[in-house]
């Protein structure tokens, strides 16, 4: 059961150049499932694919996509389509933080980040409904969200705070909106994890954010992406609209 019946899936995963979701990709396809892999780094999103390729032949579609705008996330799914026909899963990881105060969050930086962390979220989700309707065969969608947009960031980074938060809320209304068509929405919400992301600078910030959780460490991107894995599993076909916390405890 460990697998959770990966083999034969088509699953799309976001953001799967480094970080979550390069380990979601690395896994999925570790347990059996065909994959459509998008990142804006183009160089990196290339070697993780390279490192996915093994005898039997099977080998992830790999598109350069800017999530926030529509034309590439329209061309993504019209790879994901072309190649498999379908996607069962989505799990989406893109994102992007910069820590900042009030004063120094520009309209131009304060559009970016909702650009990338929320209007991408939107795009892909629309993208993915349409597509999940028309095969008529539902899926499942899990969105990584952050316990900043349940509780507000530690760091000052309202715009990131506040892009989560409308995450959640979203894909809580996609839930009952998919539900229907044998859509599943759901979000892993993480605390403090050991990404370039969270761009930690001194040992001393990095015990900081350790500290916060209960069990005394940091987490790691395998620890979102086996959350992240469950939801969009058969193992999860009761579950929809949640928001299951992957933090070590750091809020409970």
Known sequence: MSAWGWNGK?????????????????????????????????????????????????????????????????RLFERAESEFGRIDAM???????????????????????????LKGTFLLCRHAFALMRKTGRGGAIVNIASIAGETGSVRPCADYAAAKGGVIAMSKSLAREGAKDGIRVNVVSPGPVDTPMLNIRTEQERRNFAGR????????????????????????????????RVNGGSLI
């Open 10 to 74: 088509v699953v799309l995963v976001t953001g799967a150049a480094s970080g979550v979701g390069r380990a979601a990709a690395r896994t999925l396809h570790e347990r059996g499932a065909d994959l459509v892999l998008c990142d804006i780094r183009e160089d990196l999103l290339a070697e993780a694919v390279l490192g996915m390729c093994p005898g039997d032949g099977r080998r992830p579609a790999a598109v350069k996509v800017d999530i926030s705008q529509e034309d590439d996330v329209h």
């Open 91 to 117: 799990i989406h990881c893109a994102a992007v933080c910069e820590p900042g105060k009030i004063e120094d969050i520009t309209t131009e930086r304060w559009e970016r980040i909702i650009g990338i962390n």
């Open 213 to 244: 959780s209960l069990l005394g460490r940091m987490g790691t991107p395998q620890d979102i992406c086996e959350g992240a894995l469950f939801l969009a599993s058969d193992a999860a076909s009761w579950i929809t609209g949640e928001v299951l």
